[in-house]
T-cell receptor, first 114, second 112 residues
Framework: NAGVTQTPKFQVLKTGQSMTLQCAQDMNHEYMSWYRQDPGMGLRLIHYSVGAGITDQGEVPNGYNVSRSTTEDFPLRLLSAAPSQTSVYFC?????????????FGPGTRLTVL | AQSVSQHNHHVILSEAASLELGCNYSYGGTVNLFWYVQYPGQHLQLLLKYFSGDPLVKGIKGFEAEFIKSKFSFNLRKPSVQWSDTAEYFCAVKGSQGNLIFGKGTKLSVKP
């Protein structure tokens, strides 16, 4: 199993550009989520999905869109990049075992918006 | 709202010293608690987790944590740290959305 994969690893954007961060998992996990990590802030939830076709907002959803057309993929779209979106983005997937979620994280995408 | 507090922003220890990192959470229901570690330049890795049973949980690399319900705490401990333990440590609680709610992290620097 490859686990959770993310592409690209690094990206530099100019303000106003759009892009999609890719996330895929091969563990057949029903639950997937996106976090952003900023210094001194820990990780904060952007969006999450409990299954194909179902998405919902997390703590910091503004400026981001997601979709979940398949169990495996959960892309994160930046519609019009802003410097405040400079961050490290982690995708995670998890399975539910007796009401307990164990999350597996991808390697992250480091995004810089100029 | 659920939250997690980590008391120490940066801890500096010498090798062989004992470690205890504090974590308190606010959540009145059944809790699932986690400690993750992030080595420099890497992604998060699960150190240990608690969801029921023995409140003393043992994880990888000699780490352990104790769940004290009355204190809403889940402190991380290691009897003797090594230089390779230099990393950032995150405490987290499972949120109502199935996500993880993270503390702000504690950076551990171990001097050789």
């Amino acid at each position: 199993n490859a686990g959770v994969t993310q592409t690209p690893k690094f990206q530099v954007l100019k303000t106003g550009q759009s892009m999609t961060l890719q996330c895929a998992q091969d563990m057949n996990h029903e639950y997937m989520s996106w976090y952003r990590q900023d210094p001194g802030m820990g990780l904060r939830l952007i969006h999450y999905s409990v299954g194909a076709g179902i998405t919902d907002q997390g703590e910091v959803p503004n400026g981001y869109n997601v979709s979940r057309s398949t169990t495996e993929d959960f892309p994160l779209r930046l519609l019009s990049a802003a410097p405040s979106q400079t961050s490290v983005y982690f995708c995670a997937s998890s399975y539910r075992r007796g009401g307990f979620y164990e999350q597996f994280f991808g390697p992250g995408t480091r995004l810089t918006v100029l | 709202a659920q939250s997690v507090s980590q008391h120490n922003h940066h801890v500096i220890l010498s090798e062989a010293a004992s470690l205890e990192l504090g974590c308190n959470y606010s959540y009145g229901g059944t809790v699932n608690l986690f400690w993750y570690v992030q080595y420099p330049g890497q992604h998060l890795q699960l150190l240990l987790k608690y969801f029921s049973g023995d409140p003393l949980v043992k994880g990888i690399k000699g780490f352990e944590a104790e769940f004290i319900k009355s204190k809403f705490s889940f402190n991380l401990r290691k009897p003797s740290v090594q230089w390779s333990d230099t990393a950032e440590y995150f405490c987290a609680v499972k949120g109502s959305q199935g996500n993880l709610i993270f503390g702000k992290g504690t950076k551990l620097s171990v001097k050789p």
